[in-house]
């Protein structure tokens, strides 16, 4: 949207969008676009809400408050329930997706595990009004974030699914390793997390951290970009760099035969529908 589209998304918050029809209208045809590329397909696809940034602290500088953001996030997902009534036919899961309190690129400030639920809590029982079939919790940088993240939900009685993201070698932001990461969370929350992504990183970033190990397993999917750049690098790039869509198409069809178990796949940084087609054409 920012340099295809030329939208203005400070922030990069896109739940602004649903205040006005113009803004409603592209997350309506990008979706739409996801969903139709899933019915060429024959297969099921993950429709995202638009509130990854809709939590207090990324949102206030945006002059939204806490009833605003209330608003925010069950309109997103009152957006999603109507696109799947619309399109029956195709198997969709609506997933209330959540954010990082900071800069996921960069966790200046983080959280002990107790700090992190009372903070999340806000924006999940928000989430829970709108009914998703999941909460997915992305860009997380980590673990203890994520452990409150995961009983924030549980309190809920919500599934969640969390998505760290990752460095250009492999491992998270706080030089934690991922399967590490993985299992920390799990020990701490008794497994409730339904399964692990890995977001925001290409392929060549973390291929070789993924190794045997019974982590792995937990692991269900990769969301990933288009660019090889690092997170640095991305943040201060003034020019899309869109990468090879065809190249990262051939990347995903290689890492779902090497992980049959995956079942979880999708563009970030950098990507549009030329690389999600790439990919479904590997996949099927």
């Known amino acids: 949207m920012i ?3 030329n939208v203005d998304l400070p922030g990069f918050a896109t739940f602004p969008l649903l205040e006005s029809e113009a803004g409603r209208n592209r997350l309506v045809k990008s979706y739409q676009e996801q969903i139709d590329l899933a019915r060429e397909f024959g297969c099921g696809t993950m429709l995202e809400s638009a509130t990854w940034m809709a939590n207090g602290d990324r949102a206030a500088p945006l002059g939204y408050n806490r009833e605003q953001l209330a608003s925010a996030n069950f309109a997103a997902l009152k957006l999603l329930h109507q696109m799947a009534s619309k399109n029956a036919d195709v198997p969709l899961r609506i997933s209330a997706q959540i954010g990082p309190r900071c800069d996921g690129y960069r966790p200046h400030m983080q959280m002990d595990e107790t700090e992190a639920e009372r903070y999340h809590a806000i924006q999940m029982a928000q989430i829970a009004q709108g009914s998703p079939d999941i909460v997915s919790a992305f860009t997380m940088s980590y ?30 932001p706080t030089g934690m390793a991922l399967g590490e990461a993985i299992e920390r969370v799990d020990a701490v929350t008794n497994h409730y997390t339904d399964y692990f992504l890995i977001n925001c990183a ?33 943040d201060a790039a003034d020019q899309l760099d869109d990468g090879d869509p065809q190249e990262l198409g051939e990347a995903i069809g290689h890492i779902k035969q090497r992980f049959p178990h995956f079942q979880i796949f999708g563009g970030c940084c950098g ?14």
């Not at 452990?147 to 699914?161: D, K, M, T, W």
């Not at 529908?273 to 479904?280: F, G, I, K, Q």
């Open 3 to 5: 340099f295809n589209q």
């Open 143 to 172: 673990s203890e974030e994520v452990i409150g993240i995961v009983r924030a939900a549980q309190h809920h009685s919500l599934p969640i699914a969390i998505s760290f993201t990752l460095e250009t070698d492999g491992k998270l």
């Open 202 to 234: 290409h392929p060549d970033h973390f291929m070789a951290n993924l190794v045997d190990a019974p982590w792995i397993k937990r692991l269900k999917g990769v969301v990933v970009n288009a660019s090889r750049c690092s997170h640095e690098e991305l």
């Open 271 to 284: 990507t549009d529908l030329r690389h999600m087609r790439e990919m479904a054409q590997r996949l099927s």
